[in-house]
Structure formats: C-alpha cells, structure tokens
C-alpha cells in the first residue's frame, strides 16, 4: 500500500491537496487489521530471498516523500496499532530546505481553485520562452496532454505531466519556480520545514522499529539518467540512509514516480538493493514479479470504513 499525505484536510491551510485525513486513515487501518496481516520489510525480503513463506493475504505499509504528517500523525497511529511501515524521504529535500517540484506542483494546485488560472499563467510563461527553447504552440501540449485519469481532471493531468516531465529540466524548474512563488511563498526554505520530516524524527522512527528506504535524493525520473547520473542518485541517497543509522548491505527502494530502467535494475543490484517498489497498480507478486520491480495498492484503493466489505482487491488477495 502506498501512502502520502495523512493529515486533517478539512482544517489545513491547502484543504485540496490528494491525501487521506487522519480519521480516514484510522478507520482503514482497522479494515487492513481485520482483512489482512501486515508485514514488515524482514519479512518481505525473506520471503523474497526464499527463505521463509508469508503469512495469508500479506500487507506492507509504506509511505513515500519524507513528509512531517507521517512523523506527526502516522507514526503515533502505527505504534498504537503495534504495526510497522516503511518510509522513504527524498534525501536532498530535507538536507538542503528545498521543496520537491512534485509538491511545488501539488501546492500551487491546491492554493488556485480556477484551475484554468494555473493553466493561463503557464501558457503565459510558454509564450515567454518559446523561442529560446523552440517550444510548441499552447495548443498542441494541451490537447496532447490533457487526458483525465483515474484521480484528475483533464487541466489537472495537462499541468502536472507538462511540467513533471514534458518540458525541458531547466524550463520545468523556472516555470515551477515561477507558480510556485506567485500562488503559494517565496519562503521556499520555511515551506520545507513545514513540509518533511527532519534527519532526527526518521532517526527516531527507525529506532522505534519503522523501516526507512531510498527515495533517491533529487527525486529525479531515475530512468531519463544516464548511469552517472543514476549512480550519484543511488549513492547521495544512501549516504543519507546511512547517517539514519541504516545499512548499505540490503536495502529497499521506491522510485520516484514509478520510473525505471534496466540500467537501473542492475546498479541496484550491485548496490545491495533487494527490494523496490514501482507506482504500478496492483498486487505484488514474487512469483511473477522482479523483486526490485513489485506493484503497489493506492491508499485509495481499499475502503476508509473499518466495517466496509471486502472490495475487489482484498477479494483477489
């Protein structure tokens, strides 16, 4: 299962950010604990290595982005409950004070209700540098982007994966800069704060039995690096696992956005990774799947009710 805000939505600053409130998670918590048993990444990696078998409908809890709500909200609810999760920080956003652009993106979001406002201001922006970047027409990005899914509407998808990944690197962190001091602080730094835990709280968590894995460290699109890239993200990221007081010898990934390569496989491997954990819907599968390539459940993917029914993926399961 992954998790990323947890936090009291309704009388938070940005009540539009994507997330579950605290109650939502309680009462979902109590619907895994009557369903399934949830497991720690022990014993995943060794029913992965062979060594030992899983328990009936197995569950890992994990929690990506390094935010303060899992520190402040999740990690006392897990205690609570004896139960254990898996958390994964972008190292570089909490050692240096800055926002990842992915949560720039998410705040602007949440700060402008006309999403169409967001969506002027980038086309906007498009025309200031279209010349020096040899952009496309307006037009021709959003009708070829602006596709809804299963979370977001069609101005939401058109915004996030033009400016996550369509854009050249550069021009994506102006224009995100740009949003993101107009609609939401130009106190980058102060926002960060408030945002991630710090090196202490997932000191702390570790030491209270949570596990703590890679997120890498820019929480870059690891499969559009080349292998030094790749290479420098693997290993800043673990140097900062190392300072939690975590061990190079076997640890766990999630990839940022999902993304990966074969390149990329194979370097973990050689770092000593043995798990990893893609954004791909579904149930993970160690006799089918990579081990460092396993699908995961969305929080919203199983019922906020303690007393809801088995929904179809607890059935399958």
């Known amino acids: 299962m992954t998790y990323h805000f947890v936090r009291d939505l309704g009388h938070s600053r940005y009540p ?3 997330g579950l409130t605290v109650e939502q998670f309680k009462e979902q918590l ?16 060794a029913a992965a290595a062979g060594d030992s078998d899983l328990p009936p409908r197995p569950l890992l809890l994990t929690f990506d982005d390094g935010y303060l709500d899992h520190f402040t909200n999740v990690f006392p609810i ?22 990842l652009d992915v949560n720039k993106i998410h705040f602007v979001l949440a700060s402008v209700s006309d999403k169409s406002l967001i969506v002027q201001t980038i086309f906007e922006l498009l025309n200031e540098f279209r010349e020096q970047h040899g952009l496309m027409e307006n037009r021709s990005y959003y009708d070829r982007l602006a596709v809804p899914n299963r979370f977001d509407t069609a101005e ?10 369509e854009l050249p690197g550069d021009l994506r962190g102006t224009i995100v800069n740009r949003l993101f001091h107009r609609f939401v602080t130009t106190d980058e730094a102060s926002f960060s704060q408030e945002l991630y835990m710090t090196v202490d709280q997932l000191s702390c968590m570790r030491e209270s039995g949570m596990d703590i894995g890679s997120h890498g460290y820019e929480h870059l699109w690891l499969d559009t690096l080349d292998h030094d890239g790749q290479v420098r993200e693997i290993d800043l990221s ?14 766990v990934m999630s990839y940022p956005y999902g993304a990966y390569n074969g390149g990329l496989l194979s370097l973990l491997r050689k770092k000593g990774c043995n798990i ?33 029914a088995p929904n179809e993926w607890t059935l399958r399961a």
Do not use: M
């Open 238 to 251: 673990l140097s900062f696992l190392e300072s939690l007081g975590c061990t190079r010898d076997a640890w």
């Open 16 to 18: 539009e950010i994507k």
């Open 276 to 308: 990893g954990f893609t954004t791909r819907v579904g149930l993970a599968d160690l006799a089918a799947e990579d081990p460092l390539a396993l699908s995961r459940l969305d929080a919203n993917d199983l019922p906020k009710k303690s007393a809801a």
């Open 156 to 165: 939401v998808i058109f915004i996030k994966r033009l400016l996550q990944r």
């Open 30 to 45: 109590a619907y895994i604990k009557k369903h399934y048993r949830v497991i720690s990444v022990a014993e995943l990696r």
């Open 78 to 99: 897990l205690k609570l409950n004896g139960l254990t999760g898996c958390f994964f920080p972008p190292a570089g956003a909490i050692t240096e004070y800055r926002v």
